[in-house]
């Protein structure tokens, strides 16, 4: 199935455009060329059913987002969507879904289901759950685990994901040159380091990473 930005290449104004368009009292034409040119993003997967479609980016009002998710210690997810409630009420955009609890599909999948606003994920962090019960340690991840969990989660109804991609080795070489006054403080982007560099000293190959 095309994307926003591939049927607004191919000169499409969607229905999720209009939507967008009026929100942001804006033509729709001026914001198909934006998403055309990547300037704006409508983030709406076609699997969340619920969604009221947003636009992000160029000219476009400021999104708030809020964040929310179990985790071992709070593995509830009704607490998660009370939260989701409040925020959708308060005016949020957007929920990230940071789960890190038992059982972290069924969180997903309930508050998608719930939500008629954008909801994001981390994959990374289902990916180190799962690297932990299956290997044993988040560095004994597989590329497999992290691949897999990001389709899964577009195949859920994830509208958009944040995926680390600036963490690289030379990245990490410029941090240690540079003398940081702290560590990575990004729980995602520590893990995708560490992983690296683990990985970097078990295979050469990742040295042109």
């Not at 939260?83 to 038992?102: H, I, Q």
């Not at 702290?182 to 190959?205: C, T, Y």
């Amino acid at each position: 199935m095309a994307t926003q930005m591939q049927l607004a290449r191919a000169g499409k104004i969607t229905e999720e455009m209009k939507l967008v368009a009026q929100e942001e009292q804006i033509s729709p034409e001026t914001l198909r060329e934006r998403v055309a040119a990547g300037s704006v993003a409508i983030c709406a997967n076609v699997n969340h059913k619920s969604l009221k479609a947003r636009g992000v980016g160029e000219g476009l009002r400021t999104k708030v987002n809020a964040n929310i998710g179990t985790s071992s210690t709070f593995p509830d997810i009704e607490p998660e969507l009370e939260k989701l409630e409040e925020a959708v009420r308060c005016g949020a955009d957007a929920v990230m879904d940071l789960s890190t609890g038992d059982n972290i599909d069924m969180s997903r999948k309930r508050i998608i289901e719930a939500s008629p606003i954008m909801v994001g994920t981390v994959p990374i962090y289902q990916a180190t759950v799962r690297a932990i019960r299956e290997h044993g340690a988040v560095v004994e991840m597989t590329e497999e685990d992290l691949l897999t969990t990001i389709e899964a989660q577009a195949k859920d109804g994830a509208d958009f994901m944040t995926l680390h991609c600036g963490v690289t080795l030379s990245a990490i070489e410029h941090m240690r040159q540079e003398g940081r006054e702290m560590d990575i403080v990004s729980r995602g982007g520590s893990f995708i380091a560490g992983w690296m560099l683990h990985n970097e000293k078990e295979n050469p190959l990742y040295s042109d990473c």
